[in-house]
Every structure is written in C-alpha cells, then in structure tokens.
C-alpha cells in the first residue's frame, strides 16, 4: 500500500527533475544543476487485499505527504547525476494508528545518453539509467500501511527509448529490472506467502516496471502524460482481513500527468505539477497523487540564452 | 564517449552488486533438516537420559499410564518380526534423498516439531473475520473453509489450543513408555545388524512406537482445533510414521501399536476439551451490553471497541473456561485487585504516561513494541512462549516424553494464565487507553478487549515461572524476557503501567500452580 511512495521506492523514480525523471528523453546540459523541492499528497482510501478491492474503516484514507529533495548535475551533456531525498509521514483519518514519519531513502543516478539518431523530422535517443536507493533512516518496514517505505536497498537498470518530432511533440518507452535487497525486522518470525519464518530477514521479491509517455515540450514547457506499469516479481498477497507486508506482490498500473512551466520574467525558475491516479493494482492502495514544486537551474558553465 | 558509456554500465553493476538478495529464510528454527531451508546442525546430541520411568509419572486427563491397554508384542524371534526386519532393510537399501530429508526432519524430535507445527497453524488462522455488511460473521467449526476461515487463533483459544496438543502428546507418550518399559522390545537398529540407525534412539525401547503416538495424537487433537488443515496434518503424521521406519527406530508393529495408542489417547483427552466451556466463550449481544452496564453500575467507564463497525469482545467468556492447574475458585481468589478507577487522579496519570511515551518513543523502545507485538496473523504470544521454550529445550539432552513434559507445563500455564486473565478483563471491562484519550494512537494494533490486565504480562509471566523451574540457571534471563514483552505494551500504546504491573503478578501466581504440579509428578 502506500501506493505512490512505495511504488515510487520500489522504483527509484520520483515525477520530474527541472525537464528530467530517470524516465523522460531530456538530458542537462554539461555544468548546469537543476535542484529543488517537491510536496506530494498522495491519498488512498480503496486498497486491493491481493486482488480483493475493499474499504477499511479502520483506515478511513491513507494520506502520505512528503517534501522530495531533488537535484540533477550534467557531468557531461551526456552523462547527468540525479540525486533525490525524500521526507514522508503517513496518518490514516480514522481508527487508532499511529502515523509514521521520517527522512526516506536516497537515491542516486546516472542517466547517459546512448545513442542519437536522426529519424524523419525529429531525432530518436536510447539512454541506459543505473540506480541506486539507500534507506538514510532506520525507520520500520513492518508496520504498513503506516511505514514510510521498505527499507530496502534497491538498485536499477533501465533502459529508455525517446523520440521527439521537430514541433515539440515526444513519445517515451522506459523500462527496468530493480533487484532488492533482504530486509530487516524487529521480530524473529513472521508469515507471509503462506509459510512461517523464523528469521528477522525477509526476502524481497525483484520488481519490473516500464512507462510509456507521450507530451509536449518546448522552450518553458514539458508537458507529459504516461502510464506505468509496475510488477513485483514474488511475494504473498495480504490474507483477508491481514495488515499488509513489506515483501507482498505489490503491482499497479497509473497514470500521471504533468506540467513543468518555467515562470516568466523570473530567470532558470520553474514550477512542477503533477497528478497520478492508480487504475489497478494488487496489495496496494487506489491513490490520487497530486504534486507541486519549484526547481530552480544554475549555470555553473556560464549564462545561457 | 565509449569510456563514458563504460563508466555508465560500470556503476549500474556495482549498484546491483551493492545489494543482497537470498530468498534462503529458513522456515524452522530446529536443528536437523528442515529441508532445504533450516539452519542445519548436528542433531545426535538430543536424547539424553531415557526416563525409564515415565510411565509412572503422574497423569493429567488419564486416570493411569495403562487405562489404554497395549497387548504384548511378538518377539523379536518370532517369524512375524523377522518379516518386519526385512521390511525395514530393503526400505533402507532403496531409500531416496527426499526419504532421507524426511529422516532428518524428524530426527529434531517430534514433540518439537509438532510444536513448531501448531505454531505455523496459528499463525496461519489468527486473523480475525472481515467486517460483512456493517458486522462480523462468526467463525464456523463445521464450515471452516468459508470467509471467515475457521478457527480465528486468538491469544485464548491459541492458548487453549497450544495445551490440549501438549497434554494431549503428554499423556499419550506416557503411556507408550510405561508399555515401553513394561514389554522392552528394542529398537529394530538395536535387535538386528542388517538394520541401519539413521536416526537416534536414545536407548528407549521401541513398542510402541512413540513417532507414531505423537503422529496419532496430532491426527485428532490437531484436526480438531484446525480442521481446514486436515490434508496437511495427515501427510505430516503419515510421513512421522515413515520415517520411524525407514530410519530403523521402529518396525510396522511398534508404528502400528503407537498409532493406536495415540488415537486411543487422543479423544480422551479431547472429551475433556469438548466439556471446558469453550463452546460458551463468544457469549451473544444481550451477554455483552450486561457487561458493559456491569462496569457503568460501579461507576467505571465501561469499555467499548474503538473499531469501525464496533467488534464483539473476543471470547468475553472465556474467563469460565476450565483450567488446567486451578479451580474456579481458584481463579477468583487469584484475581487481581481492582484497576484504578477510570475517574481517578491515578488514571489520569496512567493514560497521560502512555501518550507520553508513545509520542517520545526511542527507536529501541520501538523495536521492542515489535518484537513482541505478536499481533494478528502471527503465532499469537503463547506461540512466542513455545518457541522460547523450544529454543531451550534443542541441545537440553531430553527425551521425548520429558520434551512433551515441558511443552505441556508451559502451555497448562499459558492456557490458566488466559483463563485467569480474561477474567479478570470482563470482571473489570476497562477501558484502552484510546479510548480514554483518543489522541492516544499505536504503533501496533489494538487488541479488540478490555485493558485490565495485559495479556502479555500474564502469558509471559507463567511461561517464565515455568520455564525457571526447569531451567533454574536461565532465571535471570526469563525475567527479563517477561519484563520486556510486558513494557513492550506500554511502547505499543495498549497499556497503562497498571495493567503491565497486574498482569505479570497475577502470571507468575498462576504459574506457580503449574510449577506446584511438576514438583509433585515424579519427574524430577
């Protein structure tokens, strides 16, 4: 559950960087970083008990709120760094729960341009992302839906295929493998996937997800819509009326739309938005995430036009 | 740009390789072949003294170690048992690695590894049933398949679940070892060379068979309590039986004679569960409101569920259930005094010291809310208390019957210290401390019963006692452990100090009537 952010932790991805995610076709140019923050709401009040969808008053609606750190450094024009932190805390609007709260986990990138390749009017760009996330705080992972993620450290491989026609117009297909590592719990046993283990270690199955976008972008605007698709590779599903597990089959498909709009009059400054909604999905929640932020680019190579 | 390309690839490896995935969780916590995924160990430790004596030790449900009679087995000349030798050799001259797995599974001991079943079986059925149309539908005995799934393990009836196996395995293993010593047959390892011994025998003789007691006790009594598991407990009892034989402990007429023996035993000890007051342990709506109004009466805040839609009380009657090692009368002169008036300066005190901690918890005091949260879907905390037991017990050098012993005065106490402590909570129907403050909210969840005393505290407080009794040098240790899984519910949100300080009193006078028993049954 938890479904943005668990997905977003799953996958290392979080919405937009200035122009890039690890997802999109858009590079930063050599010395250039563009940083910023990101709130996010992201509220569910429908879950999917394995493939069950149902309510739980209990709950009422799961909200998790968090700020996003985010910064992206070109290296080269080829070869850009991204970095991004998030703070979350979750608080459910009914029932006796107590909410969770604390710095995420860190994740780092590289994103290098591949390949380019004139095709028609526009140009066609392969980029191959490496990443990695680190959780930076020893929060639980055993207490979902009220867990601020899974604690996991996780690294990705992705490969993205771009296309941008000479107007502006662009299509996207993105998809990687994020293996995750073993975590952590307070106990020394617990059930899932229908055997009991005595081990405070639990093992966590592997994800894949890939993302298709299509959108509009010039000179003071990007704007995309996707959809993505995330599978988890193993794991139980929650059992009736059971609290979520850190290691359940977590799938889900979204879509997400999106607007960066550098402001006018107000150099290297622009503002994020962004809404997600969750079509289906199995061991998460149906959420509605909405997203605003303001990134701010600086030249270290010099002034731009 | 190739070295760019290089150094992109370059890092993407070296972040995989950053992370560990094994999906090698073992799934026991018992030395010896648990298939592929147990820790592993030398097993041939196990088996200490035989306990000749054990048929003489004093009997719980059972009038006598013989009220089940064993007729005499045929001699080890006999032209019978010469056909069972050769049975047993030419299944050993063609035994495969899975029969050979299935060997060393059991070769852990069979009263630990049923224990480490029944485990797995709460664990499996301690959910409760899911809200339907603004209620909640009642689990059904005979219909236990369906949502709900029958039974819901909650900490009672896992407690009383846990002990009706352990006595049940107690009594049985008892009798097999009065007829063991009274017929003194051997092992077929022991009577014949052409016979390998693949599995320790610890010198006890072999008729009747005591894997196939235990094999034949946990067909009834397990089936009974988790009747939806019925495949599962048959192919495990079957393969117990199995393997007795293809490791030389025992030949077809010890399995044979110990498989009666064991569903001989097993219902007698199960009339008794079927006349506990069990049955009555859910009560019904018109039972519940005089509870509340009882507490309302004497001026108290009654407790009331705080989940939506509002819960029945779990097994409010359950304080009337029988005991193992005390009376009624028993239980009502044991139970703790009144808890602080919900009206009182005390009280006030109290609930403000749980929100206190709760909003200033240390990420070690965390840890320890979890560590015993022993929650829905878990072993539920007498589970907790077994596998603590079983953990002492691995490497203790005892014999099956002296294993049994201490699983069923562990779980005698756990199962008086559920009866007494619930009790005590419907006697006195106090509140949570989110329902006193409902800004009080808990890292765990909040169990759907009265405060007054902590369940945990009790559990943990009689399965200590019991354990420091037969573990004296681990006292220390013991009394730790109980203190921890008692402030465990203060870090979890769920209980007042009071409640904690209660409960592991009244836990360690219960156990001591467990503890009074075992001194007096001839064991020691």
């Known amino acids: 559950m938890k479904v943005l952010l668990s997905t977003l932790a799953v996958l290392g991805v979080s919405g937009a960087l200035c122009a890039q995610t690890l997802t999109d076709g858009i590079m930063m140019p050599r010395k250039d970083l563009c940083t910023g923050f990101v709130y996010e709401h992201d509220r569910w009040s429908e879950y999917w008990e394995g493939t069950l969808k149902r309510d739980n008053r209990n709950i009422g609606s799961l909200t998790t709120r968090s700020v996003v750190w985010m910064g992206t450094y070109g290296v080269t024009d080829k070869i850009n760094v991204i970095a991004m932190l998030p703070y979350v805390s979750t608080s459910a609007s009914q029932g006796v729960l107590h909410g969770m709260k604390g710095v995420q986990d860190l994740t780092l990138a590289v994103k290098y341009e591949a390949l380019t390749r004139p095709l028609g009017s526009g140009s066609l760009k392969l980029f191959a992302v490496g990443s990695v996330a680190l959780p930076l705080s020893n929060y639980t992972p055993d207490f979902y839906p009220m867990s601020i993620g899974s ?101 889900a498909s979204r879509v997400d739309a999106g607007v960066l709009y550098y402001v006018p009059k107000v150099q290297n400054l622009a503002l994020k938005l962004g809404a997600t909604r969750t079509l289906t999905g199995r061991n998460v929640g149906q959420a509605t995430t909405l997203q605003a932020g303001l990134m701010y680019t600086f030249h270290f190579g010099g002034p731009r036009s | 740009m190739k070295r760019s390309w290089l150094a992109g690839s370059l890092l993407s490896l070296l972040a995989l390789g950053a992370i560990r995935c094994t999906n090698d969780i073992p799934t026991s916590s018992l030395p010896g072949g648990a298939g592929a995924s147990g820790p592993g160990g030398p097993v041939g430790a196990r088996l200490g003294r035989p306990d000749t004596n054990a048929g003489t030790w004093r009997m719980i449900v059972l009038t006598s170690a013989n009220q089940v009679p064993v007729p005499a087995p045929s001699a080890v000349t006999s032209a019978e048992y010469r056909a069972e030798i050769a049975t047993i050799t030419a299944a050993q001259a063609g035994l495969t690695k899975e029969q050979q797995a299935k060997i060393d599974y059991w070769s852990t001991g069979g009263v630990l590894r049923w224990n480490e079943i029944l485990r797995e079986l709460v664990a499996r059925y301690n959910l409760p049933p899911a809200p339907r149309d603004g209620a909640y539908p009642v689990p059904d005995a005979t219909n236990p398949f369906a949502d709900p799934q029958f039974p819901f393990a909650n900490p009672p009836y896992a407690a009383r679940a846990y002990s009706y196996v352990s006595v049940a395995q107690y009594e049985a293993l008892k009798a097999a070892w009065f007829y063991k010593y009274e017929y003194r047959r051997a092992a077929p390892s022991a009577v014949d060379a052409s016979v390998k011994a693949l599995a320790p025998t610890g010198d006890v003789p072999a008729y009747p068979s005591e894997d196939a007691v235990m094999s034949g006790v946990a067909e009834i009594v397990l089936r009974a309590l988790f009747p939806a598991a019925v495949d599962e407990i048959d192919s495990k009892a079957a393969e117990q039986r199995e393997a007795a034989l293809w490791s030389g402990r025992a030949a077809p007429s010890d399995i044979a004679a110990g498989h009666a023996l064991g569903r001989a035993v097993a219902p007698l000890v199960m009339a008794r569960a079927g006349s506990d007051g069990m049955r009555n342990a859910g009560g019904n709506a018109t039972l519940w409101q005089a509870l509340a109004d009882g507490a309302a009466a004497k001026g108290q805040t009654p407790w009331k569920s705080l989940e939506t839609p509002p819960r029945p009380p779990m097994l409010p009657f359950f304080g009337n259930v029988r005991g193992w090692n005390l009376t009624p009368e028993d239980f009502v002169r044991e139970r703790p005094p009144a808890p602080p008036s919900t009206s009182s300066e005390q009280m006030r005190q109290e609930v403000a010291e749980v929100k206190n901690t709760v909003e200033n918890l240390t990420r070690e005091q965390l840890a320890i809310a979890y560590k015993w949260s022993d929650g829905a879907g878990t072993y539920a905390p007498p589970g907790h208390w077994n596998q603590i037991a079983a953990d002492y017990v691995v490497g203790a050098g005892y014999s099956d019957v002296r294993t049994a012993r201490l699983f069923a005065l562990v779980n005698m106490a756990m199962h008086d210290a559920a009866v007494g402590c619930w009790e005590a909570k419907y006697y006195y129907f106090n509140p949570r401390p989110s329902q006193m403050d409902a800004g009080i909210k808990t890292p765990i969840g909040l169990p759907n019963f009265p405060s007054y005393t902590s369940g945990h505290s009790t559990f943990s407080a009689a399965a200590a006692s019991v354990l420091s009794y037969a573990f004296p040098s681990r006292t220390a240790e013991l009394d730790a452990m109980k203190d921890e899984a008692g402030l465990s519910r203060l870090y979890g949100g769920i209980h007042y100090m009071s409640d904690i300080n209660a409960g592991k009193d009244h836990g360690r006078r219960i156990g001591g009537y467990t503890v009074e028993f075992a001194r007096r049954d001839g064991a020691d």
């Not at chain 1, 995750?180 to 020394?188: F, H, I, P, Q």
């Not at chain 1, 995309?224 to 597990?245: A, K, V, W």
């Open chain 1, 151 to 251: 604690s996991s450290r996780r690294a990705s491989a992705r490969l993205t295929l771009s296309y941008t026609a000479r107007h502006g117009f662009f299509a996207n297909g993105s998809g990687a493998y994020t293996g995750r590592a073993n975590v952590t719990l307070d106990r020394s046993a617990y059930y899932t996937d229908g055997r009991l283990y005595y081990s405070d270690e639990v093992a966590m199955p592997n994800v894949i997800d890939y993302t298709f976008s299509v959108g509009y972008r010039r000179s003071g605007l990007v704007a995309p819509f996707s959809f993505t698709q995330q599978h988890t590779l193993g794991g139980g599903d929650i059992r009736r009326q059971d609290m979520p597990f850190v290691s359940n089959r977590m799938n």
